[in-house]
């Protein structure tokens, strides 16, 4: 063997999966700078990579659903399964009104799927799995990096599915080299505010914007854990390229110290809308009344049985964020801090760049076209 | 704190009073009577023949005669009208018995209020309308009255009236609400013997004008800002809710009122509700039909601190505490 084809054959090869969304499109982007791996990204569509990465990526149309097969031919998936040293598992379905079936079918099956192929992979060396924080669900007070999250139940169908899907992912880990990434919320980019991908905490901001969300259940002292999507690249790489211990569990979030209150969340809100749009302050939309979720239950039964469809879509995707709010809780990220520690990789307080998020919402109107 | 208090509540509602089934059938719902009912109501109370003038001269004169108070007495009357058809004699009977309808210029200087004195020989009193605030202009009338009988030692009773009926034809359903005609009458003085007004408090958010094309936003307004209203009333009060023995309110639906007590963290066996079924929302009146009748029902006793609470489209949240 040449020297080039012997380095070609030492060189990393990273599968990534859900290399178009939020964190997945920033670690490819780190990966491919890193500059000593190549980086295949698994899609079930062939993304435009001129939008990222362009002549960097190799894209592989494939598919989690279809099993371990990935969707692929089998020539092509044996070829891929002898290359691949890293798997990064980024896929999944974050929307939190989905029908359970739907949301197991994506991360519960998504993920076994994934970790099958790895276990035909001879030269595999690590895999990522990345999950929430959420999986704590109903669960209140301090949630650490080893605790395993549904014995109180759970807020919506995806905390539900992440943690089934960590289920299989620690059954796995003892036979696969995997380390387990719990992420909390990611709001934007701390330096430019810009959103990526909007989730639930974004259409509950512009249902507050509009004028349409009266109340939100929850207490105004209950901390509220989100962090940057640049913190949550840096961090995810970091952690996986420099810390990376098999069977290890880490907390991407902010939080005791970064996080902040739910009131002065929403005083920040109404502040900053009413610095950035100061006609908003015109249309004298009141701050959201804090309630306890008996009566912001009723509300919402009451929105159901007047059949009010603005509102029932208003209320319906308040609440599938806003319920985690009814249960108060800290996530303790000590390990993770320690890991990344020398790094110099840290958190920033929400409050820090909250406002840029909250403008670059307004300016460009949630995203929408112009 | 002053002594200006409400010393006698007199009210009038038609006698007919259709069912939801009923008004559902002649097509005067915007929704379902089942809904209506999940939210607390019954029936309506519909005036037929009856003028909304017609039902404010029936209210003050039972109020002159329960009191004894000669008309001649009375020193200032404020009538709070919630409909912009209220404050003018459409639909109200003229004096040749047919009806107004508002085509000759003239019409347009007809007032409720002057036919009112006219009707009940309230020769001494000055007249003045209170409007534009939907079903809190009867709390702008009373915050009005009591600012009087304090500035002006020689106006020593007032009279605040409130009359509103649908004109004819009119769905019966506002916001999930079912709409009743009927009219009130107050008697304030100083140095009242019961229900003194211990503080009021008014919130306006014009920015909600056109309230046929703002239904959702008024909804969610409703709720945070009746809490502030309330939360404010109370410290102006300089007491607390645990303080308050009945909430008297106005009858929107029980649903929404249970949404705002959970709001409030006020407990459900505080608020008067018994009439929200019967009577329905008559619009400005509610409050002081609320509170007669719990008063003649006997469940509220002397020196009970009362809360009152209203909501009107403009939009207007309003509420008073009151020491019966």
């Given at each position: 063997m040449g020297a080039e084809r012997r380095a070609a054959a030492d060189r990393r090869t990273i599968l990534v999966t859900g290399g178009t969304g939020t964190l997945g499109r920033e670690l490819v982007a780190r990966f491919v700078a890193g500059g000593d791996s190549s980086v295949v990204v698994l899609s079930r569509g062939i993304a435009s990579s001129s939008a990222f990465h362009a002549g960097s990526v190799r894209w592989v149309k494939g598919?989690?659903?279809?099993?371990?097969?990935?969707?692929?031919a089998a020539t092509d998936r044996d070829e891929l399964a002898l290359a691949v040293t890293d798997i990064v598992h980024c896929a999944a379905?974050?929307?939190?009104?989905?029908a359970l079936q739907d949301s197991r079918l994506a991360n519960v099956e998504g993920t076994r799927a994934i970790l099958d192929f790895a276990r035909a992979c001879?030269?595999?060396e690590r895999v990522a799995c990345y999950s929430t924080v959420?999986?704590?669900?109903?669960a209140t007070g301090c949630f650490g990096e080893t605790d395993v999250g549904g014995g109180d139940g759970f807020v919506n169908s995806y905390e539900q599915s992440k943690a089934e899907m960590e289920d299989v992912v620690r059954e796995a880990m003892a036979e696969l080299p995997i380390a387990l990434y719990r992420l909390s919320t990611i709001i934007g980019d701390?330096?430019?505010?810009?959103?990526s991908g909007f989730n639930a905490v974004h259409h509950a901001l512009r249902l507050l914007y509009q004028g349409l969300a009266p109340m939100v259940p929850g207490r105004a002292g209950a901390l509220v854990d989100m962090i940057p999507s640049d913190f949550a690249a840096a961090a995810a790489h970091e952690l996986y390229e420099r810390s990376f211990i098999p069977g290890e569990t880490y907390h991407l979030c902010a939080g005791a110290s970064g996080s902040t209150t739910l009131g002065r969340l929403l005083d920040e809100t109404i502040a900053a809308f009413e610095r950035h749009r100061?006609?908003?302050?015109?249309?004298?939309?009141?701050?959201p009344a804090l309630v306890d979720l008996d009566t912001y239950e009723l509300f919402v039964r009451s929105v159901e049985e007047a059949g009010n469809q603005v509102l029932l879509q208003a209320t319906r995707a308040v609440q599938a964020f806003a319920y985690?709010?009814?249960?108060p809780k800290v996530f303790d990220a000590r390990k993770a801090e320690a890991a990344l520690a020398p790094s110099g990789v840290r958190v920033p307080p929400v409050l820090e760049y909250y406002e840029r998020v909250i403008r670059w919402c307004i300016e460009t109107n949630w995203g929408a076209p112009a | 704190m002053s002594d200006v208090g409400i010393d006698a509540v007199t009210y009038w509602l038609p006698q007919a009073a259709p069912t939801l089934d009923e008004l559902e059938q002649r097509g005067a719902?915007?929704?379902?009577a089942a809904t209506l009912a999940a939210f607390g109501f019954r029936q309506a109370r519909v005036a037929e023949s009856e003028s909304h003038v017609d039902m404010a001269v029936h209210a003050v004169r039972d109020l002159l005669g329960e009191t004894g108070t000669?008309?001649?007495?009375?020193d200032f009357v404020l009538y709070a009208g919630?409909?912009?058809?209220?404050?003018?004699?459409?639909?109200a009977p003229a004096p040749a018995g047919s009806v107004l309808q508002?085509?000759?210029?003239?019409?347009?200087?007809?007032?409720p209020v002057s036919r009112l004195q006219s009707e009940l020989d309230l020769t001494n009193a000055a007249v003045a309308g209170v409007d534009q605030?939907?079903?809190a202009a009867i709390f702008s009338a009373v915050r009005l009255a009591r600012a009087t009988l304090l500035a002006e030692p020689d106006v020593r009773t007032v009279l605040c009236v409130s009359a509103d009926r649908l004109p004819?034809?009119?769905?019966?359903?506002v916001v999930y609400n079912l709409v009743s005609d009927g009219a009130c009458a107050l008697l304030m003085r100083r140095?009242?013997?019961?229900?003194?007004?211990?503080a009021m408090h008014q919130v306006t958010?014009?920015?909600?004008?056109?309230a046929g094309s703002l239904e959702n936003e008024i909804i969610a307004a409703y709720f945070p800002t009746a809490r502030t209203v309330i939360e404010d009333t109370l410290r102006k009060a300089g007491v607390t809710l645990d303080d308050i023995d009945w909430i008297i309110p106005h009858n929107v639906s029980l649903r929404s009122w249970e949404i705002l007590l959970g709001l409030i963290g006020a407990?459900?066996?505080?608020?008067?509700?018994?009439?929200?079924?019967?009577?329905?929302?008559t619009i400005a009146a509610d409050n002081f039909i609320n509170l007669r009748d719990a008063t003649d029902a006997g469940i509220i006793e002397k020196g009970d601190l009362l809360l009152l609470f209203t909501f009107g489209y403009g939009l207007n949240w309003s509420c008073m505490v009151l020491e019966h």
């Open positions: 598919d989690l659903s279809a099993g371990d097969s990935l969707a692929l379905d974050t929307t939190f009104t989905r001879p030269r595999l959420y999986v704590a669900g109903r701390s330096r430019t505010g810009a959103v100061p006609a908003w302050r015109k249309r004298s939309i009141a701050r985690q709010l009814a249960y | 719902l915007r929704g379902s000669a008309p001649e007495d009375i919630a409909l912009t058809s209220s404050t003018t004699m459409e639909c508002m085509r000759d210029l003239m019409d347009f200087f007809k007032y605030q939907g079903c004819h034809g009119t769905a019966r359903e140095n009242a013997e019961r229900n003194r007004v211990i958010k014009g920015a909600f004008w056109d407990p459900r066996e505080k608020l008067f509700s018994e009439n929200i079924g019967r009577v329905g929302h």
